[in-house]
């Protein structure tokens, strides 16, 4: 096994726990007390004129 062969493992390694590391997200709990609804927000571009620097300036969290 080459030096190059054992880096590109490592690296597939290190992007494999990287991703498991990302994927470890909270839990949304869906119930008739708590609607799917009140879990997410969308923006609608009804024109289907947004660019994605449009998308991307818009306010967090409104």
Not at 7 to 23: N, T
Request: overall charge negative.
């Amino acid at each position: 096994m080459n030096l190059l062969h054992t880096c590109r493992i490592l690296l597939l390694l290190l992007l494999l726990c990287s991703q498991a590391a990302f994927a470890r997200s909270a839990t949304v709990v869906i119930g008739a007390d708590q609607p799917i609804a009140s879990q997410f927000q969308y923006w609608e571009d009804s024109d289907g004129l947004a660019s994605l620097q449009d998308v991307l300036s818009l306010p967090a969290g409104g």
